[in-house]
């Protein structure tokens, strides 16, 4: 599962929020093996919360002031890393995870934010708005080729999740995916949204998997406790 899950806020933008007592209930009820959250909020995690995932990897530690990525995993991470990015308060975060046999590459990633609101951009003057935007699509380029570097020298097969900030027909979605499976255009239905801008459906968040592996379904979620909605995918490992 993948995540955006607005640093447990709600949508009301509150602190004293019960978006993260709903938002466990949910992967409770759904029990994916393991989530990757993009903007998550160590603070508000309690000592209950995600009881059944022995293993995580949250990269709080490294700067506070980053937008902070977690996985939490049911079966044993062996290694992790950070990937940073230059000038950015974005990164991209790896686990190396032990299953059966096999261990398994799992990055996840929040690229640049487009930073785009409909309610300013009437106001904002359309030079300002351009010049923000491309300044946007250049750091997301940059740091989705950080990426694709790093998995290149993988040594192992890899499976990506996160919040891309752009859309399946973006240079920054391409140089990622690769010859990757993407878990929606396998077995999504529908317009595969998983953000709305403006009243118009958005699919920028993302599960793409080595072509080596099966995608057995995805599924997205309206649960509406983020401006993101979650997706999950499963995937067949096939045996050698």
């Known amino acids: 599962m993948s995540f955006n899950s607005m640093h447990f806020r709600g949508k009301e933008d509150e602190w004293e929020s019960t978006a993260g007592d709903t938002i466990v209930k949910f992967i409770q009820t759904e029990r994916p093996d393991i989530i990757c959250f993009q903007e998550f909020d160590n603070r508000k995690i309690r000592p209950h919360y995600f009881e059944e995932y022995p293993y995580k990897y949250v990269d709080f530690e490294s700067d506070n002031n ?11 991470i062996v290694q992790k890393g950070i990937l940073e990015f230059p000038e950015s308060i974005n990164s991209a975060v790896y686990v190396d ?54 998995m290149n020298n993988s040594p192992y097969k890899n499976i990506v999740c996160g919040d891309f900030n752009n859309t399946q027909f973006s240079n920054s979605y391409f140089t990622i995916k690769g010859n990757l499976k993407d878990s929606f255009l396998e077995k999504g239905r529908g317009y595969g949204k998983t953000i709305n801008f403006w009243k ?3 699919r920028i968040d993302y599960i793409l998997v080595d072509p080596f592996f099966e995608v057995l379904s ?23």
């Open 200 to 202: 118009f459906p958005f």
């Open 97 to 150: 995870i032990k299953y059966n046999t096999d261990t398994l590459r799992i990055y996840n990633l929040h690229l640049e934010s487009l930073s785009i609101r409909p309610y300013n951009i009437k106001s904002e003057r359309s030079d300002k708005l351009l010049g923000r935007l491309r300044h946007s699509f250049a750091k997301q380029q940059e740091q989705s080729a950080i990426v694709r570097e790093h």
């Open 218 to 240: 995805h599924k997205n979620y309206g649960i509406n406790l983020s401006d993101h909605e979650p997706i999950m995918a499963t995937i067949k490992i096939p045996t050698e």
């Open 66 to 76: 980053r937008v902070i990525q977690a996985v939490y995993s049911k079966y044993k």
